[in-house]
């Protein structure tokens, strides 16, 4: 069992960053690969940025291409998602999670593909 914390939400002006972090209770982060989410009231969560086990690759919606970067720490247990030049529509409740890969190299995409999930930190862009 994998329990992640969320950290780093808050409230900022639009064009402001933002770095989230995740970190596990309990347990390595170094087998997952991890992924961030968000979800705004009555929509569904959307995958925001994702990355492989070995940090080697990563992934980033095109909503927040060249806006968010998704990294892991040197000891592979935070991951983090720096969020810069933010705008009032990335507002959302940011959700870290992780799944357990024997595969160094795979994105995960879907949100069923995860297994574990932090409680959720609250980013407000205001404009």
């Known amino acids: 069992q994998v329990q992640l914390v969320e950290s780093g939400g808050g409230l900022v002006q639009a064009g402001g960053s933002l770095r989230l972090s995740c970190a596990p209770s309990?347990?390595?982060?170094?087998?997952?690969?991890m992924g961030w989410f968000r979800q705004t009231p009555g929509k569904e969560r959307d995958l925001v940025a994702a990355?492989?086990?070995?940090?080697?690759?990563?992934y980033a919606a095109d909503s927040v291409k060249g806006r968010f970067t998704i990294a892991r720490g040197n000891a592979k247990n935070t991951v983090y998602l720096q969020m810069n030049s933010l705008k009032p529509e990335d507002s959302a409740v940011y959700y870290c999670?992780?799944?357990?890969?024997?595969?160094?190299?795979?994105?995960?995409?879907?949100?069923?593909?995860?297994?574990?999930w932090g409680q959720g930190t609250q980013v407000t862009v205001s404009s």
């Open positions: 990355i492989t086990r070995s940090g080697g690759a990563t």
């Open positions: 999670a992780a799944t357990r890969t024997n595969y160094s190299g795979q994105l995960y995409y879907l949100e069923n593909e995860y297994d574990y």
């Open positions: 309990g347990r390595t982060l170094s087998t997952y690969a």
